[in-house]
Structures are given as structure tokens and as C-alpha cells.
């Protein structure tokens, strides 16, 4: 059986745009326009091919386009196929898995049970060093 890797979408597979994000995160069309990070559909690609990896976010509540938006993105990204694996949630610890990928530690990432992958830091700084670390 394969090991579960969570991996967050907002500053881990998606570049966040232009401005602040406390600004734009309410206007249509936000979440669906922003590009892939470098890297990270070919490293969502290679990492499924290793465990069973599913996209686990945390929607805007206050912006009702972000829900939809951000399964669009999926699909357009990353392909019709990982659209059965999003997962949108506040609670990311009451998600099964043995890694967490997440560029924060907000919305339950520190109580998660699994190993917390903190994208962003000296460790994790690019999907290079975590792909070094989860495949080789």
C-alpha cells in the first residue's frame, strides 16, 4: 500500500499573484488565474507515481468563486484525473496521511499526525529539495 502525501495548494503547487493576497483573495477569478509554482506539476506527476497524493486546501470563506476556482485550477494544471483528489477543508489534521507538504503551519497543519514538509523553509525550499528528499 502506498504512503499518502497531502500537498497545499496556496505558495506550494500555485503562485499567489501579483499584490497582497488579503486584497485579491476575494475577487472573482483569483484562484483560477494564477500560475503553477516552478516545478510543481511535474513534482505532483513524479510523486504520484511513488504515493498516493492528494491536494489538500483551504478555501477563502468569504469568497464563494474560490471553492469552484480552485478545482478548476486543479483540472486545468494538473488534469481532469486529479480533480477526485482535491480536498477542501479547515481542518487539514483530519485529513489521513504520512506527509503533509504545506508552506504553513495554519489550518491544522501542526496538529497533523503525519511529518509536516514545510515548503519555503532552508530544508524545503523548492519542490527540487522536496522531491530529493521523498524519492531519493
Known sequence: MKKIV??????VLVELGDGPF???????????????IKGAIDAFKELSKKYDCY???TPV?????????????VEKHIGL???NRLILTHHKNLVKGDYIIDDTKNHGVDKFEGE??????DAFLG?????DYLLY
Do not use: Q
Open 127 to 131: 519542490w527540487h529539495h522536496v522531491l
Open 6 to 11: 497531502l500537498i497545499d495548494m496556496d505558495g
Open 22 to 36: 488579503s486584497v485579491n483573495k476575494n475577487k472573482k477569478g483569483f484562484f483560477l488565474n494564477n500560475k503553477p
Open 61 to 73: 470563506w468569504s469568497n464563494p468563486h474560490c471553492w469552484m476556482e480552485k478545482r478548476l485550477w
Open 55 to 57: 491536494i489538500v486546501t
Open 116 to 121: 509536516h514538509i514545510h515548503f519555503g523553509t
Open 81 to 83: 484525473e486529479a480533480k
